[in-house]
């Protein structure tokens, strides 16, 4: 009987084991906050992991902290639009290879009473260089995204010393791109987005677009592996078969295929060697 009773026991554990459900496989992504407040990944990421089985858990901060999770092995795979803060983490040894996936550009918005008087122009250079003198409300998002740094590299350009320049009228949120938004709302003030997150954004209030289409604007977003010999947790083979998928044909395609109101928000350009 107690034989027996082993037996049935056993059978029992065996029959549980067989019938419990086998363990979730994800990688862990850290990216911006562009790509998620746009609604991007909202869009992209089911279709990933309907067709692997894989899923993806997004850490969405500024491009600048995304490298930072993944320098701390924090991450499997880093998705951010910061060339140059790219090219470094590469040099550190902390990313495999960067891949470019996408683009979009840059926009200037600001109110429609436009005080800088800055509307229409393509030029981004001429109006910082307006909304320095004019000094009405700014926006920035100060928290090292790729935002920020486009931000900061395009006043440099225009000659704009901003630690000299800058008073009440310059705010740092430190921010992500959708709260500033709603910041920039709130003011009445100008501020840099990105083409995708601005389309999704609501709360616009009394903003439009002013400036756009000036070629400095343009926005490139890479992929990368964090390396697996610095940090032996990375899911080396889950991470690259995302990157895989994204810069495939069913990937590019499926970034083409996100829209807003009809108008494409990012550009998949993963055969250009050059981006």
Sequence with gaps: MVITRRLLLGAILLCVGLGAPSQERFITLASTTSTEQSGLFGYLLPIYEKETGIRVRVVALGTGQALDVGRRGDADVVFVHAREAEQKFLAEGQGVKRFPVMYNDFVLIGPKGDPARIGGGKDIV?????????????VSRGDRSGTHMAELALWKTAGI?????????????????????????????????????????????????????????????????????????????LGQQFIDWIISAAGQKAIAGYTINGEQLFHPNAGDSSA
Aim: proline share 7%; charged share 25%.
């Design 126 to 138: 001429d109006a910082l260089k307006k909304i320095q003198v004019a000094q009405p409300p700014f």
């Design 161 to 237: 010393d901003l630690d000299k320049s800058k008073g009440p009228w310059y705010r740092d949120t430190g921010q992500g791109i959708g709260p500033a938004l709603n910041t920039a709302a709130s003011m009445g003030a100008y501020i840099l987005a990105d083409r995708g997150t601005w389309l999704a954004f609501r709360n616009r209030g009394d903003l439009a677009t002013l400036v756009e289409g000036d070629k400095r604007l343009f926005n490139r977003y890479g992929v990368m592996l964090v390396n697996p010999v610095l940090h032996p947790n990375v899911k080396k083979a």
